[in-house]
């Protein structure tokens, strides 16, 4: 099997964005958009946490040069030894609590990244300022956490995000306008895979109370790929869930399975583990298929085929759209005025989603959703 395409490499194909300054402000001429975005001289970015997918922000800092990393809040002093060696965060100011980080700086917008558990109150302490937020996933560990935060975004009136990257991948954006346009027919079954190599994780992955369980974790990605390509949302969840060996993860799960039945009484199903090798020629496995009733699209081992009721296999990875970043499409959105390419109603949906599949997983029992 060939190995999946590594995400960078996705993106960076994808990058078709010039960043020129003047004394005033600089255009940005990006690949979403087809009219120059305004953006300031400086964009302040503070980072709560130097775990999970804050590589977003930096890598988005390195097209959009506007974007300053002006602070960071981390309590780990291992974690905070990546800062001097990377010059898009060496410059910014330390702090360990990032309560003083919120009191004491003047920000554009905040990255709320680092261990699970904390997220939901970080969150809350960020509406509160009426800051504009990016935040890891997912966004709370309970429907009650996730529900304060819901009501504190919408009391601040603030911009919401969240680090789901992959839906702004070249395979899936592909995927979305095949069916969006009725290639393969009506979406009837969807089936997705995240397989992970476990590594060292931090210990904050090992404890139920900070990590909150694989199916919101990872499977996160997933279920907002079979929402945006499928078009149909869930209705019930079924699940199991279990860490079978590797005492050393505590009570992080190493596999879980979920199935959903769609809106239009179709299914879907979610297969999660952190059992790939080693000896793997990537860190991760991620695949998606789509059968509707004309056809079948599906995406493995970094190649995308489709085959409908006219044409058999077809492989489209050449005829692939230009991958986006999820963090230059928020800046457009905040300085543009464009449209995110998530809603919030998706973000506070697929959270609840997950959710409420680890519960139907921990009870036994089909949840409704």
């Known amino acids: 099997m060939k ?7 996705l993106i960076k194909t994808g990058i078709g964005v010039a960043a020129a300054a003047s004394s005033r402000s600089v255009t940005l001429t990006a690949m979403q958009t087809q009219a120059p975005i305004q953006f300031p001289e400086r964009i302040r970015v503070g980072i709560i946490g130097l775990e999970g997918h804050y590589s977003e922000i930096l890598d988005a800092a390195k097209v959009v040069r506007q974007i300053e990393i002006s602070a960071i809040a981390e309590k780990s002093a291992d974690l905070l030894r990546r800062v001097p060696g990377n010059p898009l965060l060496q410059k910014a100011k330390v ?8 009191d004491r700086e003047k920000l554009e917008i905040v990255a709320v990244c680092g261990e699970n558990g904390t997220r939901a109150s970080i969150i809350q302490a960020c509406a509160a300022r009426k800051i504009p937020i990016i935040a890891e996933k997912p966004l709370a560990l309970t429907l009650e956490d996730l529900a304060q935060v819901r009501s504190a975004v919408t009391t601040a009136g603030i911009p919401l995000t969240i680090l789901l990257p992959m839906r702004f ?13 009725g290639e393969i027919g009506e979406v009837v079954m969807l089936a997705a895979q995240k397989s992970y ?18 199916i919101p974790y990872i499977g996160i ?10 078009g149909q949302d869930f209705k019930s969840a079924a699940g199991f869930q ?9 009570d992080m799960e190493n596999n ?32 998606l298929r789509v059968a509707g009733t004309q056809g079948i699209i599906e995406y493995q081992g970094g190649v995308l085929t489709v085959m409908t009721s006219k044409q058999g296999p077809q492989p489209v990875t050449p005829d692939l759209p230009a991958s986006k970043r999820l963090f230059v499409d928020f800046l457009e959105s905040l300085y543009g005025k464009t449209k995110h390419a998530i809603s919030l109603e998706e973000i506070y949906r697929v959270n609840e989603i997950v959710l409420k599949a680890r519960a139907a997983a921990e009870t036994g029992r089909v949840t409704e959703l």
């Open 221 to 230: 990605h997933m279920v907002d790929l079979m929402l945006f390509v499928g």
């Open 3 to 9: 190995s999946s395409l590594n995400r960078r490499q």
């Open 242 to 250: 279990s860490r079978v060996g590797f005492p050393e993860m505590g």
């Open 197 to 214: 190599k476990l590594g060292a994780r931090p210990d904050w992955m090992k404890n139920r109370a900070s990590y909150g369980g694989t």
């Open 95 to 102: 702090y360990s609590d990032y309560q003083e980080l919120l």
């Open 169 to 181: 991948e070249a395979p899936y954006l592909k995927m979305h306008s095949v069916v969006k346009n």
């Open 256 to 287: 879980a399975v979920v199935v959903f039945q769609l809106e239009n009484r179709g299914s879907a199903s979610l297969r999660l583990d952190y059992l790939r090798p080693a000896t793997a020629p990537s860190h991760g496995d991620d695949r």
